[in-house]
């Protein structure tokens, strides 16, 4: 079977046009000879909406009935999608996550995909009907409904993808594509017509929002080749897919800014075995995912320890470090969520010495002040003030000359 997985996203299926708009997209796959399956999150800002609704009744809501009601909006989204398809004559069923397959463990509102049973995915296709499945959401070995975190749906379609050995995954969404820096920030951004899966996991987790990481690292575990399109235009896209020979000369690829970050930093934290160990796996309990962490030795017997995490884990956060630091004997405790990260990202940095330096060289020339750097085989970040990012993301782009075409 030549199986195609779309995937719409929130803004793609915002209203009653848009998706008639969707339904005829689809409609014209299936007409070219494809089983399509097309995954769909909710519509515009209904998740946020719900949400809301959520906080009105509770600040803590118990997250299996918080994903009770988040699952209803991508239920929303593939009913009326189907009665639109419906509507140009053509076979097609809705499934929810559980219906589709999608199991997943039990961490409700961060589930993980343990495995897709595409046994009535397929045997729909194999009937010749369109299948829409709602994105987001899977179902435990309870029985219950789960939801995979912000911006799940992307990982749904990659998932249903490698499950259906698909012919290709392409993930519709309000932009035209991945590009070197924010097109909005940045005149002379470049729209990239490939980029590696390693290159496009490290952008979207440094903010490019994108795609949802975890989408791109089930992607590059499965080999899926995912093509990022613009729902608004048939143009094509950006294709993400495993490292090849592509934009092997390029050094820099992207460029990004992340705004959602909080720095903590631990003042005198005593220094012995498994106090790190001890901090972290708190957190790590509640779910909390830790980005930066740097730890410096001092004179005696303390360190300080600093580290990143997101603004949602901010309150939590510092509810768990509060009972930790008489614990543990912390002599202080300061935040900082004025602060922002801008990083470059590219495959070709691992054989190109200085790309670092040019960076710090790029931020130092215009003033602005590194507070923490973090890097990785293909990235470099620095945390800087949240009011210098945007300036810093320009320079930089400049400095890479990542609006230049490169010479083939
Ligand atoms: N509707 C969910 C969200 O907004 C999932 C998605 O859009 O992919 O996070
Ligand atoms: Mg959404």
């Not at 495995?115 to 219950?144: H, M, S, T, W």
């Not at 932009?175 to 729209?191: E, H, N, S």
């Not at 040019?358 to 003030?385: D, Q, R, Y």
């Amino acid at each position: 079977m030549n199986i195609l997985v779309q995937k719409y996203g929130g803004s793609s299926v915002a209203d009653g046009q848009r998706l008639k708009a969707v339904a005829r997209r689809i409609i014209r796959a299936k007409e070219a000879g494809y089983r399509v399956v097309a995954v769909v999150s909710a519509q515009g800002d209904t998740t946020d909406e719900l949400l809301g609704k959520a906080k009105e009744i509770s600040q803590s809501p118990p997250k299996r009935e918080l994903d009770m009601l988040l699952s209803t909006g991508e239920q929303i989204s593939i009913a009326l999608l189907a009665m639109a398809i419906a509507e140009g004559g053509h076979g097609v069923i809705s499934l929810t996550g559980a219906q589709g397959g999608i199991c997943t463990d039990s961490l409700y509102t961060r589930a993980k995909i343990l495995r897709v049973d595409p046994a009535r995915v397929k045997k729909e296709l194999y009937d010749e009907r369109i299948v829409i499945v709602a994105g987001f959401q899977g179902i435990n070995d309870l029985g219950d409904i789960t939801t995979l975190g912000r911006g799940g749906s992307d990982t749904t379609a990659v998932a249903l993808a490698a499950a259906l050995d698909a012919a290709a995954c392409e993930i519709y969404t309000d932009v035209d594509g991945v590009y070197t820096a924010d097109p909005r920030l940045v005149q002379t951004a470049r729209k990239l017509d490939e980029i590696s899966h390693g290159e496009m996991l490290e952008l979207a987790s440094l903010g490019a929002g994108i795609l949802q990481p975890r989408a791109v690292e089930l992607a590059a575990a499965w080999g899926v080749t995912i093509h990022v399109r613009s729902s608004f235009s048939y143009s094509l896209g950006t294709l993400v897919k495993g490292d090849d020979l592509m934009e092997k000369q390029r050094v820099v690829s992207g460029v990004t800014r992340d705004m959602n970050v909080v720095k903590v930093m631990l003042v005198d934290v005593p220094d012995r075995p498994g106090v790190a160990h001890k901090i972290f796996s708190t957190l790590a309990a509640d779910g909390i995912n830790v980005d930066m962490i740097v730890q410096t030795t001092k004179q005696g017997p303390v360190t300080d320890l600093l580290f990143t995490i997101c603004q949602d884990d901010y309150a939590l956060t510092r509810r768990l470090i509060e009972q930790l630091r008489d614990e543990l004997g912390i002599a202080d405790v300061l935040y900082n969520d004025r602060l922002a990260k801008v990083s470059i990202v590219g495959a070709g940095m691992m054989s190109n010495p200085g790309v670092a330096a040019a960076m710090f060289g790029t931020l130092a020339e215009n003033g602005i002040n590194i507070e923490v750097i973090s890097t990785s085989e293909i990235k470099v970040s620095c945390l800087i003030g949240a009011d210098r990012v945007e300036s810093a993301v320009k320079a930089i782009h400049d400095r890479f000359r990542l609006g230049e075409e490169l010479p083939v």
